[in-house]
């Protein structure tokens, strides 16, 4: 999906934040329970594609499925777990950019030879937070644009 030069705020009141995103860009919010684990979150792309689990066909996980998907995928996921967080060992402030993105410690088999990075933050007074970044040959314009949506997230006034 191009980049429409309109731009929509999704809030997450469960993270405690919000962010501006395309307009024109696919969102698909998600959530889950495993037990005592509960998480919730919503993923943005510019590819309007239904994001599911890999074994489960499940859209509400926060394990996608990247294989197939044309290059010059974006994919973010914001997402916060009220257990623990495997991957989110170090937090950042806000404001979040892509010069912060790390490894994860046990990297997807589902990417298909996308980058996958993420940021952990926090939210003042919610738990911990992450924003999962899949991403396959972007253009400049489109790593610009990640860098404003990282940017524009903010606590929920």
Known sequence: MPISSEWTTK??????????????????DHGHSVGLATMYGALISNVDHGFEHPDLRDADTSVFDMRGLPDGLV???????????PIANKETGLPLSLDYARIPIDADPYG?????????FRAAGYP????????????EAERAAIDRILASVKPIP
Do not use: K
């Open 11 to 28: 809030r997450l009141p469960e993270l405690g934040i919000q962010f501006s995103y395309p307009a024109s860009w696919h969102l698909q």
């Open 75 to 85: 994919a973010l996921s914001f997402e916060q777990f009220n257990r623990y967080n």
């Open 112 to 120: 298909a030879g996308l980058l996958h990075d993420y940021i952990s």
């Open 128 to 139: 911990r937070s992450s924003v999962e970044i899949h991403i396959s040959d972007i253009t």
